[in-house]
């Protein structure tokens, strides 16, 4: 049953012909209390500190805890006219994108106050980083790798399933050598091969969006970040009450 489930999910969601094999396991190591207000878009953690970014108008805001709760340590809005996108962390600068201002903010990583503003062309969905670039999504299967610095895009990849696009790719985590998203309204997060863009694992948390999604079509799994003292990702959706912490196959 579980493995009939997980096959509609995907071919249902990545309209590929998926095998059984394709779906790769994880297991669940830790669950903890998340903020049921939070519309999370962005999720981070970097030496003991989780950021994580809210999105909708008039309730886009960001804020810092530590990863073993939820207790918000520093909080920040954003101005009611855009509504916050993808969130990460590069230096001691947090970079936030929004949806569809083409603007991405600036914040010192400390207090969360706004530095600078940056502009780029399109939509703002998904982002992290590398030891030198950020990486950015904007709900196409295009990945846009950027400079820091300038914000000009370096390089692309276009993320595939074999010869099938993968699109609506949203929240992003870049940790041990791969790019993992959440693929907007789907059950899945895919792993991928930042060089090519061929996604190399699929996992499926229908059973988490199941018990979390339940009449509200907008609380959907989104979040993931990779917690290096642990060796392991936390994952969450928008709205949820519970944040976990998953260590994949
Ligand atoms: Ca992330």
Redesign the pocket.
Known sequence: MRIIISLLALTALLSFTATAQDVSSYKVLETVDHNTSYFTQ???VSEGLMFESAGQYGKSRIRKYRPSGDKTLLEEPIDEEYFAE???LFGDELFLLTWQKETAFVFDADNLKIKRELSYSGEGW?L?SSTTQLIMSDGSDTIYFRNPDSFQIEREIQVRSGPHSVRRLN???FAEGYLWANIWHSPVIVKINPSTGNVTNYYDFSELVRKHSTGQDEKVLN???YDAEKKAYWVTGKLWPKRYLVEFE
Do not use: C
């Open positions: 962005g999720l981070e993808g969130l990460t998904g992290t929240e992003l985590e979040g993931i970040a």
